[in-house]
């Protein structure tokens, strides 16, 4: 299998969300508002901030909401939710580095509803591994990758900004 090509994913994603929103979607007071799903969607949530020029940015971090919390527990390095801006009403685009089983996303989705009902929720990713388990698609995905079953495809954010993907053996059966 070849390492997926994350900054061209990531390009993709860019320019499907540019030509699906008005140039001042993001821009505007109360417009479009970006959360990523901590990590790997907080690190594109941030990128896609900047380049989208998008005055709004959050992260959500769905450790209490995992349907298996009771097997992980809290990850010691996660980052708390931090939403600068009122949930209620607002449309979101939340974002993530990969899209496999659907959970994290459905995770996120109930993290955002503890803060407020937002007006609608598309989502964004770079990668799209298949394998879902719950009826969860991307409306923005910078392309389809294919990783092993017992495998996991993961983000690294380097010092210069830049993603890349590098697989690791995983424990799933």
Avoid: C, Q
């Amino acid at each position: 299998m070849t390492t997926p090509d994350a900054e061209a994913l990531y390009y993709t994603v860019l320019d499907e969300i540019r030509a699906a929103y008005p140039a001042d979607a993001f821009g505007a007071p109360g417009g479009v508002a970006i959360v990523g799903i901590h990590s790997g969607g907080a690190w594109v949530a941030e990128r896609l901030a900047h380049d989208l020029g998008a005055l709004e940015y959050g992260v959500v971090n769905v450790a209490l909401h995992r349907d298996d919390y009771a097997k992980k527990g809290l990850h010691s390095k996660a980052s708390p939710t931090v939403l600068p801006f009122a949930v209620d009403g607002r449309h979101i685009l939340l974002v993530d580095d990969v899209l496999y089983t659907g959970r994290t996303v459905r995770a996120a989705i109930n993290e955002l509803y503890d803060y407020g009902r937002p007006a609608s929720v598309e989502l964004a990713v770079l990668a799209g591994r298949g394998g879902r388990e719950l009826p969860v698609s991307a409306r923005f995905t910078g392309g389809a990758v294919s990783v092993g079953a017992r495998e996991t495809l993961v983000l690294v954010h380097g010092d210069d900004g830049r993603f890349a993907f590098h697989v690791e053996p995983g424990d799933r059966a």
